[in-house]
């Protein structure tokens, strides 16, 4: 997949260039395009290229300045572009065509647009139909495989729409204004409960036919390709979504509900059952093949992909279809020099859910938390993921360590100190370094780091939380985030936890864990917590010296709000519906509050 440098349009001319060179009569054919459908479809290699487009249209995620995280409580980096709208509470089914939470930077948020979604969709059905259509062209193991990879896509494809929308049409022909009336073409919604087991139920099948590899290393010519792993771990974190309160409520978190578009209408304990049996299902199953990797740290680094703990990544090729993540996080000045746009600031708000070295949370009295001492004696994943004042920071492109000062200094300014003002320096007194690549910012798409979506920390947190909800804290609740917590050098979560206290301690190391990947604005929202830590003023640490003309004084750390307030309302746990899809198609109901 790496190897792909040609979209699909190019394939489709190089062909018929080949075509036309070797086939005089190609110019005498009137029907040139049925004559282009038959040869996409004529071979296995031909149908391929297809394919690539399916997988070519995923969600630019990784190369965003302005990524989902940006609308959580976790991080602080001004307002960008049209997304300040949402964060404004300015949400309708007019703002920005309808995708209140997207920008000006390419498909980066397209996931959750109606009309990009139900296009790559359509894609997907149309290579199934023409495969089907086609099956003399190809072996019964390609059909098996390719068909199985596509239904993954198109169960993916959905899946993006369906948590930020709810119910959706469920649409698995191809849609044809020539040979189809309006009775056929405008489809109403299925209910939120239809729509989830619709996704679920291919993820399922898919899982059961066998048709996938369970994984993909490094260096295999279909890395990047859906697996059997991807499927039963996209199943898995649904059946949590949908368990969670936002959905399993006679009520939904976005409000009344008649139609059920956003919510099953009821609540069903069995729901956590179902999401815990199915991670769990994973664990038993490809426990063998997937695995936490030893390193945090080096996890995403380019050298170790594909490593036992990814289960599903995007390819991402230096330069050629690169990643600009390094120029948008990290220190905005390294030695002296500016690198980068300082996007990515960790808030007070997150920091503050990093353990200490002994495992106890800092509100623990006998944690030994200083508050004027605050970065001494944190938990590995603290100096792992998060640039703090007086952080020593060397990657490999550096010649010499440099040392980030966030501090206000009147002595010895550092460039990288917070102003509270509009420039690329952040004003949490934070920068992020969790999925940097040791790898000089240069500008443009430099980097070759794949996007990861799935990984098997996050299977384990998923099962930890569906079983704790299902029965409570287990011996097998413990294990699946002590076996996380043991790789931070943390020990192990204190016995005699209540299913109260295990939530809050799952919810907390999934917070950390799963930080900047763009986790955390789905469980706000699945929680019901969103207007709760949203609606509040975001902070940072401001550090000054009692005496500022000397530096002779103490260093006082003060914790000081951003400033940067943002509005999160009832209607807004699910998107709109698009008003030009309401306006074209009558029969679709638009969400609750809009």
């Known amino acids: 997949m790496k190897k792909i440098k040609y979209t699909i349009s190019l394939a489709l001319l190089a062909m018929g260039l080949c075509t036309t060179s070797c086939n005089e009569d190609f110019l005498e054919n009137d029907i040139k395009s049925r004559l282009t459908e038959d040869m996409q479809w004529s071979s296995e290699g031909n149908a391929d290229l297809v394919l690539n487009d399916i997988y070519a249209v995923l969600s630019n995620k990784w190369n965003s300045p302005d990524n989902l995280d940006n609308f959580t409580d976790d991080n602080d980096a001004g307002f960008y572009w049209k997304s300040y709208s949402w964060r404004q509470g300015i949400v309708d089914p007019a703002v920005n065509n309808g995708t209140p939470m997207d920008h000006a930077n390419g498909n980066a948020t397209d996931y959750a647009s109606w009309a990009a979604g139900f296009l790559k969709i359509r894609k997907c059905n149309l290579f199934i139909q023409k495969v089907t259509e086609n099956s003399a062209n190809f072996s019964e193991a390609y059909r098996k495989k390719r068909i199985d990879e596509v239904r993954f896509m198109r169960a993916y494809y959905y899946s993006e729409l369906f948590m930020h929308l709810g119910g959706l049409p469920?649409?698995?022909?191809?849609?044809?204004?020539?040979?189809?009336?309006?009775?056929?073409?405008?489809?109403?919604?299925?209910?939120?409960?239809?729509?989830?087991?619709?996704?679920?139920k291919e993820l399922g099948e898919i899982v059961a036919n066998k048709a996938l590899p369970v994984k993909y290393n490094n260096g295999d010519a279909d890395a990047g390709r859906a697996t059997l792993g991807a499927a039963l771990a996209l199943k898995g974190w649904l059946e949590l979504y949908a368990a969670s309160p936002a959905f399993n409520a006679a009520t939904p978190a976005a409000g009344a509900d008649p139609n059920k578009l956003v919510g099953f209408g009821n609540f069903d304990a069995k729901r956590w059952a179902t999401a815990a049996a199915t991670?769990?299902?994973?664990?038993?199953?490809?426990?063998?093949?997937?695995?936490?990797?030893?390193?945090?740290?080096?996890?995403?680094?380019?050298?170790?992909?594909?490593?036992?703990?990814?289960?599903?990544?995007?390819?991402?090729?230096?330069?050629?279809?690169?990643?600009?993540?390094?120029?948008?996080?990290?220190?905005?000045?390294?030695?002296?020099?500016?690198?980068?746009?300082?996007?990515?600031?960790?808030?007070?708000?997150?920091?503050?859910?990093?353990?200490?070295?002994?495992?106890?949370?800092?509100?623990?009295?006998?944690?030994?938390?200083?508050?004027?001492?605050?970065?001494?004696?944190?938990?590995?994943?603290?100096?792992?993921?998060?640039?703090?004042?007086?952080?020593?920071?060397?990657?490999?492109w550096m010649a010499k360590t440099d040392t980030i000062y966030t501090r206000i200094d009147k002595v010895r300014p550092s460039k990288n100190q917070i102003d509270f003002g509009t420039d690329d320096v952040g004003n949490t007194g934070y920068y992020f370094k969790k999925k940097i690549n040791p790898l000089k910012p240069r500008g443009g798409a430099a980097s070759g780091q794949n996007y990861v979506y799935y990984r098997y920390a996050e299977v384990l947190l998923n099962y930890a939380e569906a079983q704790n909800e299902s029965v409570g804290p287990d011996a097998s609740v413990y294990s699946a985030v002590n076996a996380i917590r043991k790789r931070s050098n943390l020990p192990e979560l204190p016995a005699g936890l209540t299913k109260e206290t295990m939530r809050q301690a799952i919810r907390r190391e999934r917070r950390v864990e799963l930080c900047f990947e763009a986790k955390r604005f789905y469980d706000i929202v699945r929680w019901v917590i969103a207007e709760d830590v949203m609606n509040k003023d975001f902070h940072g640490m401001k550090i000054t010296n009692t005496s500022p003309a000397d530096n002779k004084g103490k260093w006082v750390y003060e914790v000081v709000g951003l400033n940067h307030p943002h509005v999160f309302t009832k209607k807004m746990y699910m998107n709109p519906v698009p008003q030009p899809v309401v306006d074209q198609n009558k029969k679709i109901v638009q969400n609750p509050g809009y």
Request: proline share 7%.
């Open 170 to 200: 469920i649409i698995t022909e191809v849609l044809d204004r020539n040979t189809m009336g309006e009775e056929e073409l405008y489809r109403p919604r299925a209910t939120f409960e239809e729509t989830f087991n619709f996704i679920t």
């Open 279 to 396: 991670n769990k299902q994973f664990m038993d199953t490809y426990g063998g093949t997937y695995a936490l990797f030893p390193d945090i740290n080096a996890f995403w680094w380019e050298k170790n992909e594909y490593n036992p703990e990814v289960i599903w990544d995007r390819q991402v090729v230096s330069v050629i279809m690169g990643s600009n993540y390094e120029q948008y996080g990290g220190p905005v000045w390294i030695d002296g020099v500016y690198y980068t746009w300082g996007n990515y600031c960790p808030t007070q708000e997150l920091v503050d859910q990093f353990a200490m070295a002994n495992g106890k949370p800092i509100s623990d009295p006998t944690s030994g938390y200083d508050p004027q001492k605050p970065y001494v004696n944190r938990e590995k994943r603290f100096y792992d993921f998060i640039v703090y004042d007086g952080a020593p920071y060397k990657q490999d």
